[in-house]
């Protein structure tokens, strides 16, 4: 994490408030090794902190009032478009664009019993946009946790993940799962989290692959995608039909796929299937991972990608082509992150990747696509207070 994006975020504030902040709060964005549409499914996944996210330095607002400016935000840098929103009127739906996140965490907070005060915030981010890496729950659990530290509420991490959760899914209204904030407000630094999304548990797996001479690379695809529009909210629905199909809650349910016999939809067929082998897969990876087996990861990113692409049907041609160019120049695994149809790619690769970089880019120029963008991946910290 830059202790420049603290110092802008502090330096934002006082620009837009002409007074300086209580504090800058940091929360990460995320890559997720493996586990992909398995968290709103009861399932397993593995994700892990980035090394960027959003900065939110806040101070205390005496008018039970929001206010709030974003520096990459239209009128955001150079300008000195505010927002202004009171806290009282809050309500799911009244607030939108990207203001709806922080005001739907003060919703959230205050629906959970945290009647948090009003508070000015100004929010600074080095995540690029729309790539994949979870900007949304970043500026969620950045201000969830200056806010409830500014009101001096100490709220264990796991709740403030699910209030930020509910931030996303009942105010701004897109029905995801809890990966997204659990990464940004329970990784550690070294380590991936294996998170059980029925049960909660948490745990961290040592993930450093620099000691097996390899790394982690973000290759941003630069289709862009946004999960209010996407069909993510269809896959969900289709996994909710298949489970009721199969009789049983969720999908986490089922033993395994011999199960799908019984599921004569064979679209619902495919989607359940890759439910039920990508949980397998990241218990796989975990267990490779706690014997140090970095490497051994890489085919199951592999199936994890087709698996994504065949069944589930969420690729797009950009990651396609960046997982096929990046194995065949020497990536031990590669497969699509995230919510789908636009986003980044997750790599591994030997430590000096030049010749993936290489065949990647050279493959985009093939096809006229705009150069595609690389980012070190090493797992980092969650969220915390920076200043
Ligand atoms: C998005 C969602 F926010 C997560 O909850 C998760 O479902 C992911 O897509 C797909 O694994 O990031």
Do not use: K
Not at 321 to 349: E, H, N, P, Q
């Amino acid at each position: 994490m830059s202790s420049r994006g603290a110092d802008q975020a502090a330096q934002w504030f006082a620009e837009q408030y002409d007074d300086a902040p209580e504090g800058v709060w940091h929360a990460p964005g995320r890559a997720n090794l493996i586990g992909e549409h398995t968290d709103y499914n009861d399932g397993f996944v593995l994700p892990f902190a980035l090394d960027r996210g959003t900065f939110a330095a806040a101070g205390p607002h005496e008018d039970g009032v929001l206010e709030l400016t974003s520096r990459q935000e239209p009128g955001g840098a150079g300008g000195t478009r505010t927002v202004t929103i009171a806290l009282d009127s809050l309500a799911p739906g009244s607030v939108r664009g990207w203001a709806a996140y922080p005001a739907g965490v003060v919703w959230s907070l205050r629906q959970a019993g945290y009647p948090v005060p009003g508070a000015r915030m100004a929010v600074e981010s080095d995540l690029p946009q729309g790539a994949g890496l979870s900007s949304s729950a970043a500026l969620e659990c950045a201000v969830a946790l200056a806010l409830t530290q500014l009101a001096g509420f100490d709220v264990v991490r796991q709740e403030l993940a699910a209030i930020a959760r509910r931030a996303e899914n009942d105010f701004v209204g897109v029905p995801t799962g809890i990966m997204d904030q659990s990464a940004a407000l329970l990784c550690q630094s070294g380590h991936a989290l294996l998170l059980d999304c029925r049960s909660g548990e948490a745990d961290s797996v040592p993930l450093d692959p620099a000691l097996s001479g390899l790394a982690l690379a973000i290759i941003d695809t630069r289709a862009r995608h946004a999960l209010t529009e996407s069909g993510y909210g269809a896959r969900h629905i289709e996994c909710e039909e298949a489970a009721r199909a199969l009789g049983v809650r969720t999908l986490r349910e089922v033993p395994g796929t011999d199960s799908l016999a019984a599921l004569a939809d064979p679209v619902l067929r495919r989607r359940a299937r890759h439910v039920i082998t990508e949980n397998q897969r990241v218990l796989e990876a975990a267990a490779l991972l706690r014997r140090g087996r970095v490497a051994g990861i890489g085919p199951l990113l592999n199936q994890s990608h087709a698996s994504l692409r065949d069944d589930f049907e969420i690729s797009w041609p950009e990651a396609d082509v960046a997982v096929d160019a990046a194995t065949a120049a020497g990536a031990l695994g590669a497969r699509m992150m995230g919510g789908g149809f636009g986003g980044s790619v997750i790599a591994l690769l030997p430590e000096d990747g030049r010749a993936v970089r290489e065949a990647v880019c050279a493959a985009y120029r093939d096809r006229d696509w705009p150069e595609p963008g690389f980012l070190d991946a090493p797992p980092s910290s969650s969220a915390r207070r920076v200043l």
